[in-house]
């Protein structure tokens, strides 16, 4: 059987333009879609607007529109905001066409004739926001926790879902499936929300109040409530019941959604396909929110949002994929705003990756004319390939568990050590020397060739950029991750004389970054009285236990000795430094710094390091040993 996989954005209000926060799941997806198809997989991916409802009504209204012309414009602005941003989905699902309503009255009809609806009258507290009934636990101090408005009171007759009955089949099914819902923190809220009565779940708004929906199929007088509506998208866009889409790919089905929305995802859709007698979707994958520069959650009502469009024509579609993508792990919270992206970017993509294209296509172009020859491998280059051959066994399972930051990552320790290795072997050394041009072919095809691997395993994340990197080195333009494997021959193809740079270094807005040289000139800040640094406190101190911080790749936790005196210290080093290699040393620290709190560990100083032309860290020393606690002057 071939493999599938089938990936799902939520479909997006129409009645806010698109934002970051938006990109940011469909970015997602679109890496998995990408990686998965690379990887052989028949892929589908799904997005779209959810165009229905009070929520989007009222918009309209304000707007002075037709609600239809209104979701027909605002929609435009998801697809092209899409486009911009290379996404490759299969589908754009709209809740207004005709295929999608047939399918709601359908279902709808089904649950209604097995007589899994009544009607009922309804008092409680309604979010047009959530654009959904609260209930009193889930409010702080009165209002919804996530829209910060007082819920309205509502009293009125309604189509109600016989949702309650299937609590406990749906508590069973997640505790047999630990997958269903992750991240784990997430599956044991929904465990909770299952332990006490969820209600029969209204399904219906009277057209004379919202007049904008589906009307039921067996009282006009209703229209669907909005979330029964958009949640059949799902299915409805693979030509549910009969299509062959649907056959082939919901047994592959993975939502993606933000946590805002897990109550809808992880409690009303499952029960509603189980009425309706759908097997369930494999996978529901909760994420985090984008936070603007503020610290809220980026949203329209809050007025701070990052505009993917500006960004994604300023600084090129794939510095944004690329910055979202590694900034944060899934399934966190995380604030972003350009300066990130401007140091995400120059650090990995212009630093790390294009600049070693640019100095291996330099040499070869120089001295080689631009033709990629042969290895003849040592130990050296040995050590490379090994390493190459592992990458995609660590990769895909990062990709498997979503843990897309971290696979990243990993591929970029990789580029990290092509460095390196280029820089051991000093081709630029080599090429002076007639009797190692052999030497100085097998060095610069050997960083070729892992250069290319690269580019198989970050296609997904930066889809425009690895095709100029590949055509840059003549490649070939496409390659499969089957093709992430060590030693592919080189197709021979001459380099061309001129290529663009490929990630050209983005000057920081404010404050002016200094001028690109490999060490930063010297003093590169302005002088101060001895009075001043006289007011830095530099102790000895001896590393006594260091650890991970879960979910804070690049941070350890240090605990110190200053004399007698226990510190932690939460430092930076984790790309270089592993927690067991840290016991014993001695290390110098600022040990009069005012303590933070890092990712919630309180950090009573820090430790010295000294950093490369490519950033990477060594921990400062001393040249004969001192007792822990001695001062540094
Ligand atoms: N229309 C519903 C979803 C129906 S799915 C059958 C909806 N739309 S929404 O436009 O309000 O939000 C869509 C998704 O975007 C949600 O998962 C929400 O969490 C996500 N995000 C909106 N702002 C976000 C951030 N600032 N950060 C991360 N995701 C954000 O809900």
Known sequence: MSKTFYVTTPIYYVNAEPHLGHAYTTIIADFLARFHRLDGYQVYYLTGTDEHGEKIYQAAQAAGMEPQAFVDQISERFKAAWQQLDISHDYFVRTTEARHQQVVRQVLQQVYAQGDIYKADYAGLYCVGCERFLTEKELADGKCPIHQTLPEERREENYFFKMDQYRAWLTEYIQAHPDFIRPEGYRNEVLGMLRESIGDLSISRLKSRVPWGIPLPWDEAHVTYVWFDALLNYVSALDYPTGDHYARFWPAARHLIGKDILKAHAVFWPTMLKAAGLPLYQHLNVGGYLMGADGHKMSKSLGNVVDPFALAQQYGPDA?????????????????????????????????????????????????????????????????????????????????????????????????????????????????????????????????????????????????????????????????????????????????????????????????????SPVPALPAKPPIYIDDFGKVELRVALVKAAEKIPKADKLLKLTLDLGGQERTVVSGIAQWYQPEDLPGRKVVVVANLQPVKLRGILSEGMILTGVDPQGNLTLVGLDQDLASGSEVR
Do not use: C
């Open 320 to 516: 944004v994929r690329y910055f979202v993508l590694r900034e944060l792990p899934y399934g966190q919270d995380g604030a972003v705003g350009v300066q990130g992206l401007i140091e995400r970017f120059n650090a990995d993509l212009a630093n790390d990756l294009g600049n070693l294209v640019a100095r291996a296509r330099a040499l070869l172009l120089r001295h080689l004319d631009g033709v990629v020859p042969q290895p003849l491998p040592t130990q050296a280059e040995q050590v490379v390939a090994q390493a190459g051959q592992a990458l995609i066994e660590k990769v895909r399972p990062l990709v498997q568990k979503l843990r897309i930051y971290a696979a990243i990552e990993e591929v970029l320790q990789f580029v990290r050590s092509l460095n390196r290795y280029f820089n051991d072997q000093q081709p630029w050394k080599l090429a002076k020397d007639p009797a190692q041009q052999e030497r100085l072919g097998t060095v610069l095809s050997t960083v070729v060739e892992g250069l290319r691997l690269a580019s198989v395993l970050l296609e997904p994340a930066i889809p425009r950029k690895v095709r100029q990197l590949r055509q840059s080195l003549g490649l070939k333009e496409e390659y499969t991750m089957a093709e992430a494997a060590w030693g592919l021959p080189h197709p021979g193809t001459p380099l061309p004389a001129e290529a663009p740079i490929l990630f050209p270094k983005i000057e920081a807005e404010t404050p002016a970054a200094p001028a690109a």
